[in-house]
């Protein structure tokens, strides 16, 4: 039979007694690039090791040192988004512009309508960009249309899984419309009356959140079911979501990381407004754009700290419709209970007589 030490008997009754909702994870500030006006939003690259923001009609990138690699005047700016490997920044303004990594314009793409958000997919060779025209459009590399979607209302955010498999809008009336490659909808929620103010989606699709202007941040599955949903006190302005959907970043008033499972698992505690926030795809590393400055975060211990999802048994092309069911509530980390940590006193004390 083996023998435990005494600490690890504490360490495992505290494990049993508080379970994964427990764990922990605290980011520390790391780099920070001063802009000297508020970040509108942010980009990062999956490693974590580069980021692109835009901030008073201008572009910028930055690595996660806090060291400034260019910034160009690129007049109104609605969304930004980098590609995996860096080389490539998509800007959404009164057209889609795409620069490289020196800030030099590629391309562009006008059809004379305000592009609201966009996104890379297919490792940067595709964009999606929603228009203020109702239409969800697909850019290729070369800045070509492939195809065009009309939507119920204008798509004012847009994210897709890495190969664009799955595509998640929202849109300016408050729906989230849920589409697979093929753009048939799978399934539609509607948070509210007012636009959707930010949304995210996990590489498989497991996980995606979605915020409204209601203050209230809400994570779904990818057959359409809300699994929790949490007052955050403001308008959510921004949310990334790490690439296994085990860490959730929402930016608003301040910045919270959440577990998938609704835990609260850290709030900045200088508790500075942040209006754009970004995840790398191991949610090591956090990118946030506040009132005159990006900073950035690294996580320790590292996001595995984040209780794992639970497998899901999904039928994208037949997907369940929302259930009415309870909503559990988000909840804070908190200390094992003091009778837990009383009995694993307990059972460290009875082995050590044996």
Not at 2 to 19: D, F, V, W
Not at 64 to 87: K, Q, W, Y
Not at 309 to 316: G, R, S
Not at 329 to 352: D, N, Q, R
């Amino acid at each position: 039979m083996k023998h435990y030490s005494p600490l690890m008997l504490i360490l495992i009754a505290c494990a049993l007694c508080t379970g994964p909702a427990a764990a922990d994870v605290l980011m520390q500030p790391v780099a920070s690039c001063m802009t000297g006006y508020p970040v509108q939003g942010i980009a990062i690259t999956p490693d974590g090791n580069l980021a692109s923001a835009a901030f008073s009609e201008k572009l910028c990138l930055v690595d996660a040192s806090g060291t400034l690699h260019g910034i160009v005047t690129v007049g109104t700016l609605h969304d930004v988004a980098i590609s995996p490997d860096g080389e490539r920044i998509a800007v959404a303004s009164e057209k889609v512009r795409i620069f490289d990594r020196s800030l030099t314009e590629v391309w562009s793409w006008n059809n004379g309508y305000i592009v609201y958000s966009i996104a890379f997919i297919e490792g940067g060779e595709a964009i999606l960009a929603g228009f203020d025209d109702r239409t969800l459009r697909r850019l290729n590399v070369n800045g070509d249309e492939d195809w065009n979607l009309t939507l119920s209302a204008d798509p004012v955010r847009v994210a897709a899984t890495p190969a664009g498999e799955y595509i998640i809008v929202g849109t300016k009336t408050g729906d989230l419309c849920f589409f697979n490659v093929e753009l048939r909808e799978l399934w539609r929620y509607r948070l509210g009356s007012q636009p959707v103010s930010a949304l995210a989606i996990s590489d498989d699709a497991k996980t995606i959140a979605a915020a409204s202007q209601d203050e209230m941040l809400y994570v779904f599955n990818m057959n359409g079911r809300l699994l929790w949903d949490y007052p955050t006190g403001g308008t959510v302005r921004d949310l990334a979501v790490s690439s296994e959907g085990d860490l959730i970043a929402a930016g608003g008033d301040t910045v919270r990381i959440f577990a998938r499972n609704g835990t609260l698992l850290w709030k900045d505690p200088s508790e500075s407004p942040a209006a754009a926030v970004a995840l790398s795809g191991g949610g090591d590393t956090l990118a946030a754009g506040g009132r005159d400055a990006i900073a950035f975060f690294r996580a320790s211990p590292l996001s595995s700290a984040a209780p794992p999802a639970p497998e899901e048994t999904a039928t994208p092309t037949e997907p369940a419709p929302p259930e009415e069911l309870p909503i559990p509530k988000a909840t804070e980390a908190s200390w094992p209970p003091v009778p837990c940590v009383l009995c694993a006193i307990g059972l460290a004390l009875v082995f050590l007589r044996r």
